[in-house]
């Protein structure tokens, strides 16, 4: 039985062909009694996710799943914008298309949601019953490295800045997207900054974030770079 609110799933992809077909049936699976669409949202991929998005739509229909494309690569914050234009639900899950963000724990979420009234849900790899799979030593150290540096310096009350495996009432990102000015790898820990900031009630559920499967890592040493530059830019406007 449905409760009257709806789920718009929000992914970006960018040559995911491997992992899309995948991750829109695990959504399927995990949410059948929940009313939710997905919205591919791809940045012009080479490599034919939009072929396999269209072939996904004649399964489970174009009401479901919206292929609500862009013509290059103009990066993750403005997929996330662009998405939202197109998002029906009442709820906004932001989820990464290669599979480190497992739709099994989109249940956990949502029922977190219902319990606590919650803004935002948001998915943490450091609390007990979270963990992170498939990182090297270095990778660990550097993502802890920079949730410990991010979250001494800003603050936020929240054990995972970086991850972006996150529900949120969409009245509360479309306000708190708004005065965001960041881009990519930094853009996900703005907005829950911004959001704690302005007091909206956060929570978290326990996930296991998987590294990728298929594909590279976003994640290198120029993502870190920029990551340290936006942490400095939030502390100096925030």
């Not at 409760?3 to 929000?10: A, M, P, Q, T, V």
């Not at 479901?64 to 494309?69: F, K, M, Q, T």
């Not at 949502?110 to 030593?137: C, D, F, P």
């Not at 009432?169 to 900054?193: H, L, N, P, R, T």
């Amino acid at each position: 039985e449905k409760d009257g609110n709806k789920y718009s799933i929000i992914v970006p992809t960018y040559n995911e062909r491997q992992n899309i077909a995948l991750i829109i049936y695990l959504t399927f699976k995990h949410l059948n009694d929940v009313d939710f669409e997905v919205i591919v949202v791809d940045d012009g991929s080479p490599d034919g996710t939009q072929e396999i998005v269209k072939q996904l739509q004649q399964v489970y229909g174009e009401d479901r799943i919206l292929l609500r494309p862009r013509p290059r690569k103009l990066g993750l914050g403005t997929a996330y914008i662009h998405g939202l234009k197109h998002a029906s639900g009442n709820f906004v899950v932001i989820m990464d298309a290669d599979l480190s963000h497992h739709p099994k724990y989109l249940p956990s979420f949502i029922k977190k949601q219902m319990e606590t009234g919650a803004s935002i849900v948001t998915g943490t790899r450091y609390v007990k019953g979270g963990g992170v799979h498939g990182w090297n030593l270095t990778r660990k150290l550097t993502s802890r490295g920079a949730n410990v540096l991010a979250q001494t310096l800003l603050w936020p009350g929240v054990s995972d800045l970086t991850g972006s495996f996150r529900l949120y009432k969409k009245s509360a990102i479309e306000d708190v997207i708004s005065s965001c000015v960041s881009k990519g790898y930094v853009f996900q820990m703005e907005i829950i900054v911004r959001a704690s900031r302005k007091g909206y009630h956060i929570e978290e559920v326990p996930i296991t974030f998987v590294d990728r499967v298929f594909g590279s890592s976003k994640l290198g040493g120029s993502e870190i770079v920029e990551y340290l530059k936006g942490l400095i830019y939030l502390l100096l406007t925030t």
